[in-house]
């Protein structure tokens, strides 16, 4: 059982069918995820309890196959290398873990987004109701709070009714993040199950505890759950929250365009979040169909001049009289750093500081008319940001949750450590944490402009490419 942390290249010279005698499958690349037993010899494992839960006797094959795996990439050439896939994540026939002994703790950090909550509920119930774990801690305040805040004893019962709620009950924080101190903690405690939930940056420091974690040789799981409203995570299809995100931004959408529409030369100006990825901007224009104008940080753009956004404007105000512009928070930047002193302070999450884009196109594009001085326009800008994050998950977004939470249990039973869960073309897997968040993996996930998906933006709101 025991699992390599390197990924596993195997070829394989069999045919792929008898139509095809020449097509081969090879190339085949397994990213596996550390076990346990890498580094603990001798482990003890025990009968999945699930095989005894009168809720699961009616599902044919439930325990996943350990030779299970799914492709990053699912359109491939006949001819092509079948190329990365992921273990797939599921319950396992045995487990490292003997549900008594078990003593878990979970911890919610960085910004807020919808469905904390409900991946909390899911995670103790899973842990509770599937394999009888009746020891579960969460940590209060972020990364800090394994060294520095109180715990709170989480049962069923505690968070029966806490995915109706915004926010995490847990508390959230950026910073605090010191390797030494947390598995101190842990260690100290006795806990043997960490979940971790939060972006990008959480997961890269979710995985410097594993690895100190692996390097005392203790037997601890070691657990990410990806949360960012943003979608920019590499390899996994999305996120906890991006549903509701993408929904939400639907109401602000909603607003410029009535605002936008009730007025001579109207135009509605929202902000959504997306300081390195465009992909709720992108969305919610689709969604929305009453966007004129998406503008994201992958895609530039500039303001004067033949092509320019400006005469975008004018022009659509003079076809139909009102318009819709979404922005994302970290477009335009280089514009913005061109006429403005660049701000260089971070804040406490480690990222740089921006200067509002939003305020900023809505000067420009008030200051461009005032020019003309023969055309009035009448703009209003939206905000929504903390609107978004701080609403409950919608039911796409809590039926996700559950799955990634279950999911994360599974993982963690079955001894598998220092990972991500996540969904590949709709199947959750695990995915090692130097995969989707490590030094190999600097570039989030970003909208690709030469991709099908912003074509179809670009034929939805006749925008130019700029």
Not at 21 to 35: C, I, K, N, R, Y
Not at 145 to 162: A, C, E, H, Q
Request: with cysteine.
């Amino acid at each position: 059982m025991a699992k390599s942390n390197s990924a596993v290249t195997v070829s394989n010279n069999n045919m792929l069918d008898s139509a095809t005698p020449h097509a081969t499958v090879s190339g085949f690349v397994l990213e596996d995820v550390p076990h346990l037993s890498d580094y603990i010899p001798d482990l003890p494992t025990y009968p999945d309890p699930l095989q005894d839960n009168p809720s699961y006797s009616v599902v044919k094959q439930y325990f996943v196959h350990v030779d299970d795996t799914v492709a990053q990439q699912i359109v491939v050439h006949k001819n092509s290398p079948r190329g990365i896939h992921f273990r797939r994540a599921g319950p396992a026939q045995k487990v490292y873990f003997d549900s008594e002994e078990v003593h878990a703790c979970i911890v919610t950090c960085g910004g807020l987004c919808p469905g904390l909550n409900t991946v909390i509920r899911e995670i103790v119930c899973g842990l509770y109701h599937m394999y009888g774990v009746h020891k579960v801690l969460g940590i209060q305040g972020g990364y800090r709070g394994f060294y520095s805040r109180n715990t709170v004893p989480l049962t069923p019962k505690v968070v029966n009714d806490i995915h109706k709620r915004g926010g995490t009950i847990l508390g959230t924080s950026y910073g605090g993040h010191d390797t030494s101190r947390i598995v101190d903690s842990i260690q100290d405690r006795g806990i043997n199950q960490v979940y971790i939930l939060g972006g990008y940056e959480t997961q890269k420091e979710a995985a410097m505890i594993f690895e100190e974690i692996r390097r005392r040789g203790m037997k601890v799981a070691v657990v990410g759950i990806p949360k960012t409203i943003d979608n920019d995570i590499p390899v996994i299809d999305k996120s906890i929250g991006f549903d509701t995100a993408v929904e939400e931004a639907q109401r602000a959408i909603n607003s410029a365009h009535v605002e936008a529409e009730s007025n001579e030369n109207g135009i509605g100006l929202v902000k959504l979040m997306g300081r390195y990825s465009g992909c709720i901007a992108m969305y919610a224009t689709l969604a929305s169909r009453d966007v004129d104008c998406c503008l994201i940080p992958e895609s530039h753009f500039y303001l004067e001049g033949p092509g320019g956004l400006l005469e975008f404007i004018e022009k659509r105000l003079k076809e139909q009289g009102h318009m819709v512009i979404v922005i994302a928070e970290g477009a335009g930047l280089e514009l913005i750093s061109n006429n403005l002193s660049v701000m260089t302070k971070q804040d406490v999450s480690a990222d740089k500081l921006l200067h509002d884009v939003g305020l900023w196109l809505s000067q420009k594009i008030k200051d461009h008319f005032a020019k003309l001085q023969k055309m009035t326009i009448n703009l209003k800008y939206i905000d929504p940001t903390y609107m978004i994050r701080a609403i409950p998950s919608n039911a796409s977004d809590n039926v996700f949750c559950t799955l990634l939470a279950q999911s994360a249990v599974h993982g963690a039973m079955a001894g598998y450590t220092g990972f991500t869960v996540g969904p590949v073309n709709g199947r959750n897997c695990y995915i090692p944490f130097h995969v989707s968040s490590g030094d190999s993996c600097q570039i989030k996930k970003r909208v690709v402009i030469t991709d099908r998906m912003w074509a179809r933006l670009l034929a939805s709101t006749h925008q130019p490419s700029f």
